[in-house]
Every structure is written in C-alpha cells, then in structure tokens.
C-alpha cells in the first residue's frame, strides 16, 4: 500500500529546521505501519522502534530525568543498537503509554535537533490533558482513514488515481464506469488500512464486516480508558446517536435523552479528541475569520465503511444497482465526502445554514482556500435544487466561487464549478 503522507515524511526529514513529529490518529489507520515504512525506505533500514504499550521496561529510562543524551545512551546500551544523528529514524510508538517519553519531546528538539524522532500513538490529545502541550517544539501531522485515491492505487487502479490528480475534465463514460464501481466498493470497505489490504489480498468483502465488528469493538472498549472523566453510559448514546444523524444539523439534546446538555458535550468533546468523529460548525461567511453562528452543528463519523458496518446498513442490493451514492438521502455521499476533504486537506471543515426563525437554508460544507470563502454542495445523484447555494451566493457578493460534487458531468456555470464526486477535497475547481 501507499500513502500519501510518505510525502510530508520526505519532507519532514529534509527540514534544516527540523522538530520531533508527532502522528495523530485514531486507532488503526496505519500510524505505525506508515512510519516503519517509511524507515525501511529512506533511512536504509536504520530505524529503532521502541512500542511503550509491548516495551513497558523501558519506561524506567524515561522517568529519572528529560536529560536526552542520557536516555539515547541508555536505549543504546539497554537495547544493544547503535542511534547515531542524521542516519537513525528514532520511532516511539504507543507513545500514551509513557507520559515522560510524551514529555521527552520538547528536549529532543531543544538538545538533539539533528536526530530524526517520530511519535505516534492514539489518543494523545487525550493524555496531554494532564501536561503542558510542547507547542513550538513539536510538528503535528494528523493521519486519516486511506482516501479513495489511495484505495485505487491500493487496489491495482493506478491509472484511475493519476486521472484523478489531472485537472477535472470531462470522464468518458467508459472511466466513468470503473470509477463509479470503485466508489461503490469504497463505501462499503471503507478506508481502514485493515479492511482494504484484507479485500486486495482477496477480492472478496464478505469478511470485511467482521474486521470492522473488530475494530468499532477495540474502540468502544477504548471508552473503559476514559473514566472517571466521562460516564461511558453517556459515550455510548452520544456515539449511537451520532452515527444516526451523521450530516444533519443536531443540537447536544438530540444526542441522548438520559444526561445532561453538559454530560453529553463533555461525551461529543472526548470523541472528537479520540477522532472517532468530526464536528462541523454552523459558521456567518460574511468574511474571515469564519465565526460560529448558531447552536446547531453537524457530525461525521471516522470511516466511510465502519459508518454503515455501525449503522447496519444492508447494502447488497444497492451495491448491485450501483445505488449505495444515492441511498439514505445522500447521507453516505456527504460522509465520503466529508472523510476526503479532511484526509486531502487536513483543514477544518464547516457549513452554513441560515439561524432565523422558520429558515430552511443549508449549505453542505464551507471551506478555506488561499483566502477564498467555498461553499460545497453535495448531491448524491445529479445535480438537483441548488437553492440554498443561489441564495447563499445572491447574499454574499463576496463569495467568488462555489463547488457542487455529485454524479453529474464536469462544468462551470457562473460562480459554481460542478464536479464528480470522485474528486472531492482534490479538486474545489
């Protein structure tokens, strides 16, 4: 498999100025697998790998003292492996699991700038709570599900990928075809690196359900980690609620009937930071900054295809009919987009919809790109009723272009450029 992360590692390690980086993610998307990775390929195979979780003898090094030098001496020594500055790739992995190595960081870069050090784990937003975060002595790279172009070239489409890349232009239907039978696989494999390397090595996604039972099991037993500063009574509600409403504007009461409007944020905040799910806020575009506006805010879930495994969708027949896109009011079209705007962009994501009394008026998504405002819209079959986007555009001169992804051929008409869904967060035209 390839990821395109492997990129901003190539260049991470070629910085002059180089700090520690740390990987972010939820549990499973191939934060470790991606650095060792990347190790074997660019630092001939000199890459030390220290997993706190497996190795908890060796936190004993990192509790004396933040005296760097003495902890490399002693890893060298205890481990009987050479480190040696500009060659070896230092990788803490599991990092959570040793608050002091967490906490070792900032020295790193401050006493040892010239060794490469990677930190990965889950959670981390989690365990910083409790210590001062390193800020301007760390780089922060978030890593996410595999996006639908990795998963083509995963799944031996390369060809399709690299059209992808291209400028957006006219698809023969031919292409449009093998693209349009990707997609539908995508929706239900999803982009959890288990999932699809399990399907290349198969061809077969009758299994995928129970890798997916798997992985939503390890991260609900995640939940057990979090007391006392959560009721898990409260997570599960919030989380089975979540899956439901995935797209729609919500307000916390709508997330459980049995807690307390602060109980259930508290629920909503610890997810978010365990980035098993996204928050999109309701925002005023009338110019940047965008500020929030409004109570109500819209959820996404993680991946693609533990949303439907989650949800229980049957999807057998409307993969057959190549309707998974449309299906379910074009709530599973948003979530994919959704899920390939954050992987592409690593930007925040939120949407516009009008607060007054009786108003009806939503736009899907909102972004930020080199200054410019973008409103998205997102239709799971052809392009139907823009509405809300003519209006929103009719009231916001400044506003000089607006996306549409949907299933309808690429093409400009005034300030919206209309695009396949297949390039969502590549391309905003």
């Not at 993610?25 to 660019?42: I, T």
């Not at 790739?89 to 040892?112: H, P, T």
């Not at 798997?214 to 007391?227: C, G, M, R, S, V």
């Not at 949907?406 to 450029?417: P, T, W």
Request: with cysteine; net charge neutral; proline share 3%.
């Amino acid at each position: 498999m390839v990821r395109d992360k492997t990129q901003n590692l190539i260049a991470w390690k070629d910085k002059k100025h180089r700090k520690p980086l740390i990987i972010n993610g939820a549990r499973q998307v191939g934060k470790s697998w991606l650095v060792k990775e990347f190790g074997e390929n660019y630092f001939a195979n000199d890459i030390v790998i220290i997993n706190f979780e497996k190795q908890r003898d060796l936190h004993i090094i990192f509790k004396q003292n933040f005296d760097v030098n003495r902890i490399i001496s002693e890893l060298q020594l205890v481990l009987g492996i050479s480190i040696v500055k500009g060659k070896t790739l230092v990788f803490f992995d599991e990092i959570q699991s040793c608050s002091e190595a967490l906490g070792s960081l900032r020295y790193f870069y401050e006493d040892m700038p010239d060794l490469h050090v990677i930190a990965a784990g889950s959670l981390l937003d989690f365990e910083f709570r409790d210590q001062p975060y390193p800020v301007g002595r760390v780089e922060i790279m978030n890593l996410y599900p595999m996006s639908f172009m990795e998963f083509l070239v995963a799944n031996n489409k390369k060809t399709l990928a690299d059209l992808l890349k291209q400028t957006p232009k006219e698809i023969p239907e031919s292409v449009e075809n093998a693209l349009s039978e990707q997609l539908q696989l995508y929706f239900i494999i999803g982009g959890m690196p288990e999932c699809v390397k399990y399907y290349v090595d198969t061809q077969d996604f009758t299994e995928i359900k129970e890798i997916q039972n798997n992985l939503l099991y390890t991260y609900e037993q995640d939940f057990k980690k979090y007391k006392p500063s959560i009721n898990t009574d409260c997570l599960q509600d919030v989380i089975e609620n979540i899956t439901k409403f995935v797209g729609n504007q919500i307000i916390y009461t709508k997330l459980s009937d049995r807690f307390t409007i602060p109980t259930i944020k508290k629920g909503v905040d610890l997810l978010k930071t365990a980035r098993l799910i996204d928050i999109v806020h309701n925002v005023s575009i009338a110019g940047l900054p965008l500020t929030p506006s409004g109570k109500q805010f819209k959820t996404f879930f993680l991946d693609i295809g533990l949303l439907i495994r989650k949800r229980q969708i049957e999807y057998a027949n409307l993969y057959t009919k190549r309707q998974l896109t449309s299906a379910f009011e074009g709530v599973l079209a948003e979530q994919f987009v959704a899920q390939q705007i954050l992987a592409h962009t690593d930007d925040n994501l939120f949407y516009w919809a009008r607060t007054e009394t009786g108003a009806s008026s939503e736009v899907d998504f909102v972004v930020i790109q080199d200054g410019q405002i973008i409103p998205i819209e997102v239709k799971a079959g052809g392009n139907g009723s823009l509405k809300s986007l003519h209006y929103l555009l009719e009231k916001y001169p400044n506003i000089e272009k607006a996306v549409v992804y949907s299933l309808a051929k690429q093409g400009v008409i005034e300030k919206i450029n209309f695009l396949p869904i297949y390039y969502a967060g590549l391309s905003f035209g």
